[in-house]
């Protein structure tokens, strides 16, 4: 089993920041793509960043310029660095992490989720 557990949701002002980390821990034998969702008031899940293991890294035009994924593979984690920050980006937040076990099996994991509002 994989766990992914994210952090660093909260209450922020327009035009503000945050940042998310989402640590993978379990039983991992290499993590491949790790990525950010979000699924808003009243919308379904969207795709927000993702990154390979290479380091190469997808954004949604809606962050682009505006949100950085990175990770940091010595601590099996990935972070989401939120600036400028719009109402619109109000959801709640889930980290994807996929994972080859040691039979190089894919397991694809989501964290619980971490609410992000974006509000004066």
């Known amino acids: 089993q994989v766990q992914a557990v994210e952090s660093g949701g909260g209450l922020v002002q327009p035009g503000g920041s945050l940042r998310l980390s989402c640590a993978a821990s379990g039983s991992i034998f290499s993590i491949r793509d790790m990525g950010w969702y979000r699924r808003g008031p009243g919308k379904g899940r969207e795709l927000v960043a993702t990154i390979t293991s290479g380091g190469r890294t997808n954004y949604a035009d809606s962050v682009k310029g505006r949100f950085t994924i990175s990770r940091d593979n010595a601590k099996d984690t990935v972070y989401l660095q939120m600036n400028s920050l719009k109402p619109e980006d109000t959801a709640i937040y889930y980290c994807?992490?996929?994972?080859?076990?040691?039979?190089?099996?894919?397991?694809?994991?989501w964290g619980q989720g971490t609410q992000v509002t974006i509000s004066s």
């Open positions: 994807n992490v996929n994972t080859l076990n040691s039979d190089f099996v894919r397991i694809e994991s």
